[in-house]
């Protein structure tokens, strides 16, 4: 039984947005698409209160929305499976729940408190942070589209640990089509100078190549029917990663599995100019 994709909904027009983008990646991946939103009104109205006012308006606000939203999904991708549902918590809280459940999901960099489209909003924060499984946060300009983007590539930072970073990164490629950059990150530390005895005057080409050994290692078992790029790029990888994402339709990051986002992880999300996958360590 394949795992639906989860979108995230408040009615702002970035979860809009993500909508279009999670209904064309569900469609990609051959899986249903469930569209969610989180409201409180339950846990602090109560259903007696509720049956004695009649459907409170949060109630009748969170049914708009997801209407809304469904038959969005359902225009853009009419053959797609697309089932809704009200959470009574917090909206984070929800879909990192949901995420339990889920082979993805999907959520805009911000909402209806965002006062910027470079800031990244706490409910895609947490949920990147804390979820089970993939979380895509819709940064930058990807025209609503999960499929055909403008520069035909798909970027990947490697990091320590790169496992399941990677095969996330290899199946989208393959079901986009198009080739794979892997990026890994080097740095000459500033204490390592060319007086150093075991450096002999060449640090900097020495980390390089450790660099790029790393990254052949790492990819020593890629499938043979995806065009992979090595890359190998001198510069913390918070930088790094960021610059790189200006040309490439997606990032692919990893996030090691203590609910917490690295520094890494943190500035991509908030500096990256295409959408950003966090993909959990396997436990």
């Given at each position: 039984m394949y795992l639906p994709l989860v979108a995230g909904v408040d009615g702002s027009e970035p979860s809009l947005r993500a909508v279009d983008w999670a209904a064309d990646e569900a469609a990609l991946h051959g899986v249903s698409l469930l569209v969610l939103y989180g409201a409180l009104w339950e846990r602090y109205e109560g259903s007696a209160l509720a049956r004695e006012l009649g459907k409170p308006f949060a109630r009748v606000e969170a049914e708009d929305i997801l209407r809304a939203a469904a038959e969005r999904a359902r225009r853009r991708r009419p053959d797609l499976l697309v089932t809704t549902e009200t959470v009574p918590d917090e909206a984070e809280h929800g879909l990192v729940c949901a995420g339990r459940n889920a082979s993805m999901i999907v959520v805009g960099n911000r909402g209806r408190s965002g006062v910027a489209d470079r800031l990244l909003g706490s409910v895609s924060r947490?949920?990147?942070?804390?979820?089970?499984?993939?979380?895509?946060?819709?940064?930058?300009?990807?025209?609503?589209?999960?499929?055909?983007?403008?520069?035909?590539?798909?970027?990947?930072?490697?990091?320590?640990?790169?496992?399941?970073?990677?095969?996330?990164?290899?199946?989208?490629?393959?079901?986009?089509?198009?080739?794979?950059?892997?990026?890994?990150?080097?740095?000459?530390?500033?204490?390592?100078?060319?007086?150093?005895?075991?450096?002999?005057?060449?640090?900097?080409?020495?980390?390089?190549?450790?660099?790029?050994?790393?990254?052949?290692?790492?990819?020593?078992?890629?499938?043979?029917?995806?065009?992979?790029?090595?890359?190998?790029?001198?510069?913390?990888?918070?930088?790094?990663?960021?610059?790189?994402?200006?040309?490439?339709?997606?990032?692919?990051?990893?996030?090691?599995?203590?609910?917490?986002?690295?520094?890494?992880?943190?500035?991509?999300?908030?500096?990256?100019?295409?959408?950003?996958?966090?993909?959990?360590?396997?436990?």
């Open positions: 947490t949920v990147a942070a804390a979820s089970d499984c993939p979380v895509v946060v819709l940064r930058g300009n990807h025209d609503d589209r999960a499929v055909a983007g403008r520069h035909g590539r798909i970027i990947v930072g490697l990091g320590d640990a790169p496992t399941s970073v990677l095969q996330f990164a290899f199946t989208e490629a393959r079901l986009r089509r198009v080739p794979l950059t892997v990026v890994r990150a080097w740095r000459c530390p500033a204490h390592e100078t060319v007086d150093h005895p075991l450096l002999t005057g060449e640090p900097a080409r020495l980390y390089e190549e450790r660099a790029a050994k790393e990254l052949e290692a790492a990819l020593e078992y890629a499938p043979s029917d995806i065009a992979v790029r090595r890359r190998t790029a001198e510069g913390p990888a918070r930088s790094v990663l960021p610059a790189a994402s200006s040309g490439a339709d997606l990032m692919v990051i990893g996030r090691r599995a203590h609910g917490r986002l690295g520094r890494v992880a943190h500035s991509v999300l908030h500096r990256s100019a295409c959408p950003v996958v966090v993909v959990p360590e396997q436990r």
